[in-house]
Each structure stands twice: as structure tokens, then as C-alpha cells.
């Protein structure tokens, strides 16, 4: 097989809660405990972060990695789901896994990994806890796939555990209430292993508290004692944060709740100082030393990383962004964000997939928006004129049109240079635009 025929197998043939909701999603570590026996545990030889929570756990991830850049290690990263290529998912020091090494990897593993009956993210995983080892990294940023305590990333022992936040996301899978969302993630706590929480809620800072003083993990919450005081949105995309002992920081990501998420990046890699691992990133007895790293890593993340879809400028005149922000929690920073721009007119390309609280998501758009209601090319999409006629519920006008390129091309024979559009709804929406429409 070569590289495109590869990747239909890996999307087709296994299956695959991104293309199928939850009928593509496995309870259980059995498949995940014997891949990785077959491969001789291949995380043992370099050092992790595992990186949890419903909302921010690939901005966490890829501004830990750009940091860890910095201070000169090699990092691998491991994220998900990609927006245009397979390979976005697993990375080192920025660069994606090769076409070859992909199509090495399944022709050599089918053998054994087949008759398991795998799921794509299971032999995904394994492809990247192996490939990480193979290339020699010294530590890998690994960003749990759903949930954490039966979520196939769940066999690393890190160095540090990080979860991001908990809102009500995959409740048909996870649970119906903030805590037992947490309980699941809380299950990537592991013992004597620090882990730093980055927003906490009533709800579910017990659960936390519980599980770590179960398995005697030392915890942090990030949003106790916040480092990251403010921050201000810059025109040109990005900004500048204010922290409490490193001034003001440029960031490279651009979207209102980076300022949560820098915070947590704070506690994460304070963490890892103390474990003794980062002797040149910043803590509180290194950190002149270690701020060239600092503001370089936050600086140059998507540079560094290749992060794409989070509050992304792609043009000006008139001004294009994209974000994959995908549910009610994300949605509430996004819709904030939006009010707050400065334009001629706003026009919204937008779509969503069906295991989402669609109407959660409408209720906080924008109404004096043109909108240009779409689907993307997933089993899951929410179909344009179904997506159209509950938006006009809630005072949302638009056309409704088949592609995510068809809606975009609409949009920009529309959109004067003093216009302002946005792309997003959902990460395949944003994914087509990034593959299609550029």
C-alpha cells in the first residue's frame, strides 16, 4: 500500500469514533495492554506529559512541546484528531511522522495487531508511543484521545499528568454530570505523580482531590494562584499576556482562552522543574534563566509545532480566522471573542457534528451575523438545511450550502475588505477549509 491508500485502511477499515460517534469508540485497555507488550513498551525509554480535560488540551500540549523546544530537547507530540493530514497527529520537534514510516508500520504490524480487532486510535497510539522511541526523543507531549481512564494513551507514566478543565462534552460516553465526566479524567492520576488542574469547578475539584490523595499524587490547582494575571488580544492575531513573575509575554495563539490555558502551561512545566527534568525552564529559582526559552515557546508555538485552527488569522482584507471550537464551553470564549470585533460586517461559515449540544452552541452566536450554514465531509455532520432551520430559531440568518468550500467561496464573493469571517463549529469544518479552501 502506499501512504493515501494507508490512510483509507487506518479510516475504514478500524474503526473510529471521529468518523463514527460513539459506535467507533472501545471501554477497555486490552487491545491497548497487548499492542503495547508486542511492541516491548516502547514509552519506557523517555520521559511523558499526559495531558487530559474537555476543552484546551492541544493548545496545553503543543505550548508545553514548543517550551520543552526551546530548552533544547527533542520532543514528540502526540495529538488529535489532525485537520488536513494524518501525520499532523504525531510529530517531533514540530516535524510529522513520515509517509514511509506510517506505511512501515501498518504492513508490519497488521499481522498481529488485526486479529484484536483494533480500533484506529488504539493502533494509532501504539504507532506513536513506538515511533517516539525508535527516533530517540527525550520526552513526549501525549494528549489523551477521550476521557483518560480507559482512553488507550492511559498505559504512559508521566512525569507529570496535566488536566485542562471539565464541561459537559461526550456525556453519552463519559457521564451526564461535571463530576463523573471528572472521575474519567481523573483516571489518567497516577501515583506520586504530580498533576496540575487548570480550571477548577465545585463539582469536580473533590473528584480530584480524592483521586490523588488515593494514589498520593501531589496536586496543583492552576487557577488558585493565578500566574497569568490579564491578557490583551492583539490586532494582528496573537497576544500579550501579564504575569505575575515574568512580565509581559507574547503568545503566537490568538483566541481569548489561551489566557486559561498559558496559566495552566505555567503549573505544568513548574511540575516538571521540580521533578528535575527542566534545570534550564523556568521555576521559581530559574527563572531568568530560563526565560529566553519561555518567551520564545510561547512565542513561537504554532511556528515550533505546527498548531493550527485556534484562532487562526489566515488573511487580511478582508480578515479570515478559523477555530475548531466544537461545544458550549469553547463556545462561550468564541462568541465572546467575536462580539468584541471591530468590522464592517461579520460573516460565519459554520458547522457542527451530531453528538453535540447543537442548540447550546446557537443560543450564544452572534445575530447580527450573515451566516453560510455547512457540513462537513463526515458520517457525523449536522446537514446544512437541518443546521439552518434551527438556527433561524434562535434569529440566525443564512444560506445553508453543501461543502465547507462552496459555503467559504460564497462568503468571500460577499466579504468587503473591511469584513471580517470566521470559519468554525466544529474541528472537520475547520479541517475542510484548512484542506480545500486554501
Known sequence: MNYQETCDYLYNMLP???RQGASGYKEG????????????????????????????KGSVSHTIASVLQECGYRVGLYTSPHLADFRERIRINGIPVSEHYVVDFVER???FFEPLHPTFFEVTTAMALHYFKECKVDIAIIEVGLGGRLDCTNVITPQVSVITNISMDHTQLLGDTLAKIAAEKAGIIKTGVPVVIGESHPETRPVFEEQAQKVGAPIVFADDVLEVISADVLPEGGMVHYTQHFGSLKGDLGGIYQQQNLNTVFYALQALAQRGFLSTCPDEETKEKGRYELEHGIARVAQNTGLRGRWQTIQQAPRVVCDTGHNVAG??????????????????????????????????????????????????????????????????????????????????SCADKADFVFVGGSSYVVGDFLKKCL
Open 16 to 18: 473510529m469514533f471521529e
Open 109 to 111: 504490524e497488521r499481522p
Open 331 to 412: 463556545w462561550q470564549y468564541i462568541s465572546q471573542q467575536l462580539k468584541g470585533i471591530e468590522c464592517q460586517r461579520m460573516h460565519i461559515i459554520f458547522g457542527m457534528v451530531d453528538d453535540k449540544d447543537v442548540d447550546g452552541v446557537l443560543e450564544l452566536l452572534p445575530r447580527e451575523a450573515t451566516y453560510y450554514f455547512t457540513q462537513a465531509d463526515s458520517h457525523r455532520a449536522v446537514s446544512a438545511p437541518v443546521l439552518m432551520t434551527l438556527a433561524r430559531r434562535y434569529g440566525l440568518e443564512g444560506t445553508s450550502y453543501p461543502s465547507v468550500y462552496e459555503a467559504y467561496k460564497a462568503a468571500m
Open 29 to 56: 485497555l486490552d487491545n491497548t495492554l497487548a499492542l503495547d507488550e508486542h511492541l516491548g513498551h516502547p514509552h519506557h525509554a523517555y520521559a511523558t506529559v499526559h495531558v487530559a480535560g474537555t476543552n484546551g
